[in-house]
């Protein structure tokens, strides 16, 4: 019951402050920043359950694709031609389908008047001007030729191209359950995607004389019809990404015979493709643990000089894929190594250049091992037989393939900045065959599902591949300097694909952040890490949208996170919390009478316990249930102690909250018992003030007199009442040398020196220029203090 007493104590003075602080802000004190998010989110269905999971009548489509395409090297040209099979999984009967056609993003004809295309870029660099003014490829045109659509039979289908988007009529309409079958024959000339932009196309390296062919966004391919949006066939404006549908592929490349091909899927046809010794090697790699090069350094720059006139067919096939990319050059070295993934072999491969040789021989195989891991951890599986990665001067990701950039000096030398950065991009890279290549959000509609998560599982992967990697995103200081840019600089993290202007930190960085920040300071990392990974379960293969992760999270882990999705991802306020005074005070173990003795701090008598004005039934049902024993019948001595308060002297004075104090003649407590309950403690009256708009844990650090410190979390509900203004007291048993809020910088506070108390005077950046650049006065005064910050009262 000392405990209950002490307890007391502090809660009446906390109670009357807060009371006295509504008082004083009447009709200010509370927001919208606790209110569900309600119909802001799409209404529950049948599809999607309010629980964030698949519903009970949850379809989407499939489509297969059986592609020949023939790569004609000397003119830089795609000739191909595709079998489609589509599944109409959906309830709706479905007269036309809606094709994309991804490298009309190229084109001056069929992709004229956006902005983000590739011919109409923001900033003219020399390559455009030589376009603009006829200089390079005077007489060639870009973009998907298109020469034959038809049934399975070979009837002519009608179709409609609107810029990178294709309808086809169908002949009759597809019903429920029913599939269909047509063709689909086209032709392009390949964009120098070094020159001029682009995801895919070539590079041409002029001291050997060879190109490295990226193979992406290259074959007319269906668009998603799913049951929250319809067809998703907004225009690809080169910004947001992609839709895709689900589904098997086989894919023959022909290419020249001395070209290595390493694409999505499974190749079927090693046997006939690679020679005896290549063969022979990677029968070796599917059992070896280390690295082994299958084609070699020597052997690919044997083959930059030979240049082969000869053609070979490599066959590939893939089951359950979105979507399919392949990489074509005689410059590849390429390595492989098996990996065991959760019980399950996998082939992780690397192919390069020469150029990256150094840094990719060491590192990308065994990176994309790492990767696949780790994310296998913290989400589901990996499930594909194959994970590569491609060195091609650029970033980008597609199933069971992916291309990356790090290459080393003339000399072979690099440096630790490009090797950090090629790790950083491969982990990212082949991260993203969990993110959106199983769990299969809309890029076209929502960056930041894909790059927001995906570079969240990177930021982990990056701490366990070296614990001390400097990662770029995920930390919550590392976003700081985003956030605190001013409100017409700043955009929601749902904002569309396309409207984004600061692309990086909204789409990758914020989001991370935010996942960072729900896993080690709002939710704690088991609760995080089981709902995180029951959202990958439940979406996998499937087309989640943000609400279906939203929901998930909060279904899985029981806590109500709409404050955190509305302030930070439909929001742009930061945090910035404020420790604007402090007030300390004594507890005296004296009887009310004696003098207080002076020394400068507020003595506060011993406070009787509140009562309340009626019994509540629930005290009444307690009383009479048998079942239930209170201490004090367990210990006697506690009974005796606890009925020794005058209750009758505590009563409700007029003025709310404040209590009448007893008269010193009523004090019963023996000094050992004062010293109990009051001697030695401290009382400090904390003042937080909401600076920045959105709401965050409170988190202190207490440093002490004798050097030692505490750290105490106030979880973020503490704002509920408030969200302006909290004050609170708490009760220690050493005096306080200094506070902090946030001290080890997790909730993303854009403003450190509103944080501590007493106050650090601040030098500014002139002075610190200053004292950098030349001689200066030290330690003196006239550094920039913080003017949030007020004096002790």
Known sequence: MKQITTLAIALSVLVSVQAQDIKNNPGSNHGNRFEQLGTILPTPNEYRTASGAPGPKYWQQRCDYDITCELDEPNRRLVGKETITYYNNSPDVLTYLWLQLDENSHSSINNSGYENSSFMPARITEADIQRFTGKVDKDREYGDNITRVADATGKLLPYTINKTMMRVDLPAPLKPGQQYIFKVDWNYNIIERTKYGGRGGFEYFAEDGNDLYTMTQWYPRLCVYSDFQGWQNHQFTGTGEFALTFGNFKVAMTVPADHVVMGTGQCQNYAQVLSANEMKRWTTAQTAKDVTEIVTLDEAKEKEKQKSKDKKTWVFKAEMVRDFAWGSSRKFVWDAMSAVVEGKKVMCMSAYGKEAYNLYRKYSTKTVAHTIKTYSHFTIPYPYPVAQSIEAANGMEYPMICFNFGRCEKDGTYSEGTKNGMLGVVIHEVGHNFFPMIINSDERQWTWMDEGLNSFVEYLTEELFDNKYPVSKGPAYKIVDYMRLPKDQLEPIMTNSENIIQFGPNAYSKPATGLNILRETIMGRQLFDYAFKEYARRWAFKHPTPADLFRTMEDASGEDLDWFWRGWFYGTEPCDISLDTVKWAVLNTE???????????????????????????????????????FATDADESLRDFYWRYDRGQAKVDSTPFEI???????????????????GKKNIYELTFSNKGGLVMPIIIEWTYKDGTKEVERIPVQVWRKNENRVVKAFMKDKEVASIKLDPMRETADINEQNNVWPAVTMPSKFQLFKGRNGPGPRGSAGGVGNPMQKEIK
């Open 660 to 678: 009448t104090q007893p008269q010193a003649s009523t004090d019963t407590f023996t000094e050992a018992e004062r010293f109990a309950i009051a």
């Open 591 to 629: 009887p009310m009478g004696r003098s207080n003795g002076g020394g400068g701090t507020i003595k506060m008598p011993v406070a009787k316990p509140i009562l309340n004005p009626f019994d509540d039934i629930s005290k009444v049902r307690n009383r009479e249930d048998k079942n239930i024993v």
